[in-house]
C-alpha cells in the first residue's frame, strides 16, 4: 500500500522556520521524483519545490527561492522541505507527491500557518 505522510507543519510567526517531512513507503522511493505543492484558501494548488532521482536536480518556485529548500534521504524514503524566512503568504496546506512520468501519489496534507 502506498503511503505519503507528511509532518512538520504548524503555526509559526514570519520570520521563523519549519521543516517538513515526507515519510513514503510502498513504492521504489528512488524510481520517483519529489514534489512539494501548496494551496492557500481561494487559490489554486501551486508547485513549491521538486527534487528528481537521486544525483538529480532541484527546481523551485520563484516565489520560495532562497527562502526554502527540498532534499532527500534515500535510506529514510523520506523527502524534507526546510522553509526559512517564512511570510504569511506561505500560508496553506503542504502537500507531498511522488511522480513517474505515468503516475502520481499524494500525500494527505500538512497546514502551515504563518501569522503574528
Known amino acids: 500500500q502506498v503511503q505519503l505522510v507528511e509532518s512538520g507543519g504548524g503555526l509559526v510567526q514570519p520570520g521563523g522556520s519549519l521543516r517538513l517531512s515526507c515519510a513514503a513507503s510502498g513504492f521504489t522511493f528512488n524510481w520517483y521524483a519529489m514534489k512539494w505543492y501548496r494551496q492557500a484558501p481561494g487559490n489554486e494548488r501551486e508547485l513549491v519545490a521538486g527534487?528528481?532521482?537521486?544525483?538529480?536536480?532541484?527546481n523551485y518556485a520563484d516565489s520560495v527561492k532562497g527562502r526554502f529548500t527540498i532534499s532527500r534521504d534515500s535510506g529514510k524514503n523520506t523527502v524534507y522541505l526546510q522553509m526559512n524566512s517564512l511570510k504569511p503568504e506561505d500560508t496553506a496546506v503542504y502537500y507531498c507527491?511522488?511522480?513517474?512520468?505515468?503516475?502520481?501519489?499524494w500525500g494527505q496534507g500538512t497546514q502551515v500557518t504563518v501569522s503574528s
Open positions: 507527491t511522488a511522480q513517474t512520468p505515468s503516475r502520481v501519489y
Open positions: 527534487i528528481t532521482i537521486p544525483g538529480g536536480t532541484t
